[in-house]
């Protein structure tokens, strides 16, 4: 017998209540004087054993009808065990079937995913006429192949036959809450739920326990757990956000090791551009990761796509990772001014007089006045060196230039106007105020660590003995939305910084013409502090994030080219058909079909242009690790009357043992309502023979 309400049987024990009532009653006797005993003592001989029998009978009615109660509202059901059970329970089921990644493993027996969905067709084999059944697929995000209990099952085995694993990682408390929103609406009086799962602890961190909301018996189906042996690719990362053609970049690659066997004959291997380039053999100890790092120069400017990949094991999924890297090169750079000497030196320095057309900067000149009648579309960035005042027509030539899209540097002096630059300020980072001397010369106390410009630094660059020291420049004020990236030892800010359309404006609080206000210019600092600048101007112009998980989804903006629409296309994978996208009035792009690792294109057909671009998806490395969390701490989580069946039971017979049977509550209530009746009888009879019993009044 098992019991639905079982909180009800507590009930029980007020069944002790009529029996304390009884015993107390006992001491209560009441003394009665009489002339004479002997007809008292005659009546007690002949009656006593039929009072206490009817006084015990009574107490047994009114224990018995407290019993009875309290086990119908615990609502039992007997169970196929009993011949005299009856007919089997109607069902609901909710089968939750692992389909993330991990599931891909290849086992002694098989792969995870096809054992767990055998399993998951044993159940529905095991319903039968007048069930419901509704099955999620639960990776980290929870798929309900049928949202709604449906009474079809054959069509429920159907969907479980065609289910096929994902590229997700996994986590549960999701789709477990899925579960219990479908059988919340269900009437039977059986509700159950089955998670069918390699219990990977990937899914159960970052959460503590889910409630048990629909009351439903919940069966947990674990996979035999035989020893895993997995490697895989955690990270592959660039030494700099800013790579620069001809620069070298180093791709430092870290590789986990699940296993108890140390990492020794496994093969990493680069590609880029759909070339091999190097080919390494890592090694690691067991329990450790392994780091490599690759060395690799971009000859031409553009997005560049690659991959690095792991000596294949029985989780092949994890052994690939891909990248989308961004090189800059051939940077139309324009400096204004009339004395840009250490711009164009910094940017592109001469080899004998001549400049070195492998770097990745295309430096240019021109006076203030050159500036009113130049054409600025065929330049990327704008340098602005110590420009003392802005005339209306080069003001509208820079408007012009940052409405395109593009970004501005400037460098100020102490000898500019500053009434000039506050009357430009809406196109300004900061507002300039009055010239500062600084005596003793103040160095840069702090920097924005995470700011691409600073990355090539350390910090003792600016703050030991070689830091470059500063004697003038301005009190300076950011304007609303600019942010200070740098700021010298006195609190006044050295580099800000303000997006404008698509590009950024930056204000460096220093003189690129005269030496004698800093000694930045004859420093080792100034060259990569500029080259870094420049690349980072060239690079917010088309930022987003070309390295997603699977499941992220893709976002960029796209005004510039032109386009109304975009074609997503997944490279080298015939399996997945091109999506074509409109973009956003504003041109923004959002595409939320990263449901699978790989390059992925993006092609739009502007006016004048074919935009090309591309961004890589790899799989969560966190669901590499597949150790399992052990199944009753599982249990304990999930959810009270936790049922954990092992892949080797037969389950169909297992599940019938709970679903065949009747409930018997109203039978129980009937009863009760019978004994209430007798025992209402009784009572009024023994109160009538005490009433006939008791002295009349003279």
Known sequence: ?????????????????????????RHQAKTVDFSSLMFLLAAHRQNVRRIQLKHLLILLLRVLIIVLIALALARPLLKNRFAFAGARTKTSVVIILDNSYSMGYQGIGGG?????REMALEVAQSLQRGDSASVVLMSDIPDPLFPKLTKDLNQVREAIRQSQASYRATLVPPSLEMAHNILETSNDSNKEIYLISDFSRNGWTRWDHV????????????LNGEVTDNISIEEVRASSQLIGLGLPVELGVTIGVHSDAPLVDATLTLFIDGQKRRSITPQAAVGESATVTFTHQFELPGTHTGYLELTADRLPLDNRRYFALDAYGQIRVLCVGDQTMYLTLGLNPAVHGQPNMNSPFLPATTSLEGLEDLTLTEYDILILADVPAFSTRVQQQVQAFMRAGKSVIYFVGAGVDTASYR???DWLPAIAGQPITWQPPVTLSSYQEDSPIFEVFKEEDFTGQYA????RGLELAPTEGAKVLAQFSDGTPFLIQHFINRGVALLFNVSAVQSEASNLLVSPHFLPLLQQAVLYTKAVQ?????????????????RWSGATTALITRVGDTTHSSETLSLAEDGMLTFSGTDAPGIY?????????????????????????????PIQEAADRIGAQTEIISESEAIEHTLNTYRVGVEIWSELLLIALILMLIEGILSNRESATSDDSAPSPD
């Open 211 to 222: 409630p048990n909301r629909s009351g439903a018996r919940i069966f947990l189906l674990p």
């Open 542 to 558: 088309s930022v987003h994030q070309r390295n997603l998980i699977v499941g992220e989804p893709y976002t960029a903006n796209y």
């Open 423 to 425: 009357a430009f300020a």
């Open 601 to 629: 294109q993006v092609e739009a057909q502007g006016k004048d242009t074919l935009l090309r671009d591309f961004f890589a998806v790899n799989v969560d490395a966190t669901e590499s690790a597949l150790q399992p969390i």
């Open 112 to 116: 995870r995913f096809d054992i767990a």
């Open 1 to 25: 017998m098992g019991f639905l309400n079982p909180i009800f049987l507590l009930g029980i024990l007020a069944a002790a209540v009529p029996l304390i009532i009884h015993l107390w009653r």
């Open 468 to 471: 470059p020291q500063f004697y």
